[in-house]
């Protein structure tokens, strides 16, 4: 028997927990612009905690994607 590993979508990064996936997102819609992600979200998110995300995010592209995809369809 294997053992389960944890979704790659609950991995968070930070003090706050944010979630890895949703810091790929927020950046994003930021246009890939760190400074302005950052900036926008200086009271939870550090320098530090975007590269862990995007250090993740490229270990897990496949997950975060999907999960990217999911979250920005429209609501029916």
């Given at each position: 028997?294997?053992?389960?590993?944890?979704?790659?979508?609950?991995?968070?990064?930070?003090?706050?927990?944010?979630?890895?996936?949703?810091v790929?997102?927020?950046?994003?819609?930021?246009?890939?612009d760190?400074?302005?992600?950052?900036?926008?979200?200086?009271?939870?998110?550090?320098?530090?905690?975007?590269?862990?995300?995007?250090?993740?995010?490229?270990?897990?592209?496949?997950?975060?994607?999907?999960?990217?995809?999911?979250?920005?369809?429209?609501?029916?």
């Amino acid at each position: 028997m294997g053992v389960d590993q944890p979704s790659p979508l609950n991995v968070r990064v930070g003090k706050a927990g944010i979630k890895a996936w949703m810091v790929i997102l927020w950046l994003r819609l930021s246009d890939d612009d760190k400074a302005r992600l950052l900036d926008g979200y200086s009271s939870v998110l550090t320098p530090e905690d975007m590269e862990s995300a995007l250090w993740f995010y490229e270990n897990n592209r496949t997950e975060i994607d999907q999960k990217i995809e999911e979250e920005m369809q429209p609501v029916q």
